[in-house]
Structures are given as structure tokens and as C-alpha cells.
């Protein structure tokens, strides 16, 4: 059990740091917050020391996966520390909710968020939005020849000219998008025929972008905030991005947050989630992210197309919680 050391390690640093506080603090009511984090540490570690300061609370968290987190978060259950889960996706956030591990949220939180956004049962909401996106390299593609669909990629004029990064968990998010869209066989039937279309490997979305840039691929099936970093460095790099038209080729998902059921000041973890909502916060991940805000009247990241104009399928995001269902299928198309 890898999980074990770890938090043995987070126990010991919360008995330090409530000693800490008794220590220190003239207020020995000062709450700690314990978060169990699929967000990466450099992402948002800054937003979370000004968080402790403008709320008064210590923030304690155990970063990770996002799927190691929520099967941890399942297996300790009722038992856990955890007072709140943040998200890479909503796959992770609709298994907790199915499970029943969650609480709901107060309807002033969640009344805050686009609803396409939030959980129709209430059990989670979206911090930020993620868009999968097509990006392309400018001197080699016209933009007359560029896909409307994702299934135009599994022509003979892309054959061995598609990037894809099989293992990433937004790609199989992403294929969890399109099984739920347009079913098991057809979804089987794309990945087939991609792979018979010669569609390059790669590890990650970063080197998918960098190939593209080096001109040895020419379409990418990526996240929207990946190629802001290469044009920040270089404005002359030659990728753009395009979106398909309302397939899970434009799909938004969210990173976001849900209280779980052994938390036992909700009303705490309430006043953190309204702070990361609120329109500075918002702003915190459009700028350092590149990732869409949630709330209305917050400027999107800076050269991206804008929310409104992306043609974003009907997807319902708390489906999207199958992911052993993906990996299955992914294998049997020979794609892992
Ligand atoms: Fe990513």
C-alpha cells in the first residue's frame, strides 16, 4: 500500500502544525482545512497560502492523481481526513457522488456556476474549465482543410498525421465523453479506425505540442491551456488551435471540488470554495492556468477563443465517472 507512508507523513505534519498553532495563535479556534488534491502543487500552492491568509484557516493537503486520490478517498470512506476533494476532472467527482461519499453543496455556491458546470445532483462544482481542442501546425495545414469532426481524422488525408497521448487522463476523459455521446460501439469503431490511420503516440500533451512545433505531426488532439506556455516563449511558434463542432473533440471539462461526508466543518470548507469562486480567484486560473472561469463577468485567458464561441457538446460531466469502463475499451481497440 503506497498510500500508508504518506499519510503517516501528513498525520505527523498536522500534529506539528496544530502544535503549532496552540503554540503561536492568540486564536486557538483557528480551523484547518484538510484537502486531498488531484491539482499539482506548483498550479496551486499560491492560491492556496493567500487563501490561509485572507480566511484565517490553516489549509493542510495531500497532493496526488486524481484517480489514486478518489480510489484513496473510496477506501478510507467515513474514515477519512479529508474535508474536501479538488478535481482534475469530473469523472473523479461523479464517482464520489455516486458512492455516496459527498455532501451537497449550498445552492448559493453552486448558483455561482455555469450549471453545465456544476452537478445536477449538487455533489460537486467547477473550479475552472478545461476545453479538449485540436491544435495544428500553421505551415503545414491550411486552414480549409481542418477538421469539422474528430471522425474526419480517421481520413485517408490524416493518415499518420494525428498526435494523440494515450495514457494522459484527459485524452481518456475525453474518450469517456465520446462513449457517453455516441455509445460503446462507435466510440470502439473511432479508435479502431485511428489507430488504422497511423495516429502517433506520444506521452503527454506537452510533447504532442512540441511535435507540432517541429513540424513532425501536424494535428493534435489536446487540453486548451498547454499551448499558451510555447506562445508566451515564443509568439512566432507555429500552432493554433481548432476546435471540431460539438463532438467530444470540443468538450469543457472542469476541475473542480466536492465536500466529502467526513468533513465535520462544512461550514468552513463553504467559505473555501465561495473564495474560489470569487472573481480574483477566477482570475488567479484564467491567468496562471489558461483555464476557462466559471463564474460570469471574469475575463477567460488571455488568446484563447472565448467560452461562448466554442461549440461544446451536451455532455452531462457527472457521467463521465467510467473510467475503468475507458481503459477497457482503450485496450480491446489496441490503443493501450
Ligand atoms: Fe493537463
Same mark, same amino acid.
Request: proline residues 5%; glycine residues 8%; positive net charge.
Given at each position: 500500500m503506497k498510500t500508508l507512508p504518506l499519510m503517516k507523513a501528513s498525520a505527523g505534519t498536522l500534529a506539528f502544525m496544530l502544535s503549532w498553532g496552540i503554540g503561536?495563535?492568540?486564536?486557538?479556534?483557528t480551523q484547518t482545512l484538510t484537502i486531498y488534491s488531484g491539482r499539482g502543487e506548483k498550479l496551486i500552492a499560491p492560491l492556496l497560502e493567500k487563501a490561509k491568509k485572507d480566511l484565517g484557516m490553516n489549509i493542510q493537503v495531500r497532493y496526488g492523481d486524481t484517480a489514486e486520490l478518489a480510489i484513496a478517498l473510496v477506501e478510507e470512506?467515513?474514515?477519512? $481526513?479529508?474535508?474536501?476533494f479538488f478535481a482534475q476532472d469530473a469523472g473523479a467527482l461523479g464517482t464520489l457522488e455516486k458512492q455516496k461519499l459527498t455532501l451537497p453543496i449550498s445552492s448559493n455556491l453552486l448558483n455561482?456556476?455555469?450549471? $453545465?458546470? $456544476?452537478?445536477p445532483q449538487g455533489h460537486w462544482l467547477g473550479i475552472s474549465g478545461r476545453a479538449r481542442v485540436l491544435n495544428y501546425n500553421t505551415n503545414l495545414v491550411k486552414k480549409a482543410e481542418?477538421? +469539422?469532426?474528430?471522425?474526419?481524422? +480517421?481520413k485517408p488525408n490524416w493518415r499518420g498525421k494525428v498526435a494523440w497521448a494515450p495514457t494522459n487522463g484527459s485524452f481518456q476523459s475525453f474518450v469517456t465523453a465520446m462513449r457517453v455521446l455516441e455509445g460503446e460501439p462507435k466510440t470502439l469503431q473511432w479508435l479502431k479506425a485511428m489507430k488504422a490511420n497511423q495516429v502517433q503516440d506520444y506521452r503527454n500533451n506537452t510533447s504532442i505540442v512540441e511535435a507540432l512545433g517541429r513540424g513532425e505531426t501536424q494535428i493534435g488532439l489536446v487540453n486548451?491551456?498547454? /499551448?499558451a506556455n510555447f506562445l508566451k516563449d515564443n509568439?512566432?511558434?507555429?500552432v493554433a488551435p481548432h476546435y471540431t463542432n460539438q463532438d467530444a473533440g470540443s468538450m469543457i471539462n472542469i476541475a473542480g471540488v466536492a465536500i466529502m461526508?467526513? +468533513?465535520?466543518?462544512k461550514a468552513a470548507v463553504e467559505k473555501f470554495i465561495g473564495y474560489l469562486l470569487n472573481p480574483s480567484s477566477q482570475a488567479y486560473f484564467a491567468k496562471e492556468t489558461n483555464e476557462y472561469p466559471v463564474v460570469s463577468g471574469v475575463a477567460g485567458p488571455a488568446n484563447q477563443l472565448p467560452l461562448s464561441q466554442i461549440k461544446t457538446p451536451?455532455?452531462? /460531466?457527472?457521467?463521465?465517472?467510467?473510467l475503468p469502463g475507458t481503459l477497457e475499451l482503450l485496450q480491446r481497440a489496441g490503443v493501450l
Amino acid at each position: 500500500m503506497k498510500t500508508l507512508p504518506l499519510m503517516k507523513a501528513s498525520a505527523g505534519t498536522l500534529a506539528f502544525m496544530l502544535s503549532w498553532g496552540i503554540g503561536l495563535s492568540v486564536n486557538a479556534q483557528t480551523q484547518t482545512l484538510t484537502i486531498y488534491s488531484g491539482r499539482g502543487e506548483k498550479l496551486i500552492a499560491p492560491l492556496l497560502e493567500k487563501a490561509k491568509k485572507d480566511l484565517g484557516m490553516n489549509i493542510q493537503v495531500r497532493y496526488g492523481d486524481t484517480a489514486e486520490l478518489a480510489i484513496a478517498l473510496v477506501e478510507e470512506g467515513k474514515n477519512s $481526513r479529508a474535508d474536501l476533494f479538488f478535481a482534475q476532472d469530473a469523472g473523479a467527482l461523479g464517482t464520489l457522488e455516486k458512492q455516496k461519499l459527498t455532501l451537497p453543496i449550498s445552492s448559493n455556491l453552486l448558483n455561482q456556476v455555469d450549471s $453545465r458546470f $456544476r452537478s445536477p445532483q449538487g455533489h460537486w462544482l467547477g473550479i475552472s474549465g478545461r476545453a479538449r481542442v485540436l491544435n495544428y501546425n500553421t505551415n503545414l495545414v491550411k486552414k480549409a482543410e481542418l477538421p +469539422t469532426s474528430i471522425w474526419d481524422l +480517421t481520413k485517408p488525408n490524416w493518415r499518420g498525421k494525428v498526435a494523440w497521448a494515450p495514457t494522459n487522463g484527459s485524452f481518456q476523459s475525453f474518450v469517456t465523453a465520446m462513449r457517453v455521446l455516441e455509445g460503446e460501439p462507435k466510440t470502439l469503431q473511432w479508435l479502431k479506425a485511428m489507430k488504422a490511420n497511423q495516429v502517433q503516440d506520444y506521452r503527454n500533451n506537452t510533447s504532442i505540442v512540441e511535435a507540432l512545433g517541429r513540424g513532425e505531426t501536424q494535428i493534435g488532439l489536446v487540453n486548451n491551456y498547454y /499551448l499558451a506556455n510555447f506562445l508566451k516563449d515564443n509568439p512566432k511558434f507555429p500552432v493554433a488551435p481548432h476546435y471540431t463542432n460539438q463532438d467530444a473533440g470540443s468538450m469543457i471539462n472542469i476541475a473542480g471540488v466536492a465536500i466529502m461526508n467526513s +468533513t465535520k466543518q462544512k461550514a468552513a470548507v463553504e467559505k473555501f470554495i465561495g473564495y474560489l469562486l470569487n472573481p480574483s480567484s477566477q482570475a488567479y486560473f484564467a491567468k496562471e492556468t489558461n483555464e476557462y472561469p466559471v463564474v460570469s463577468g471574469v475575463a477567460g485567458p488571455a488568446n484563447q477563443l472565448p467560452l461562448s464561441q466554442i461549440k461544446t457538446p451536451n455532455v452531462n /460531466l457527472t457521467n463521465l465517472n467510467d473510467l475503468p469502463g475507458t481503459l477497457e475499451l482503450l485496450q480491446r481497440a489496441g490503443v493501450l
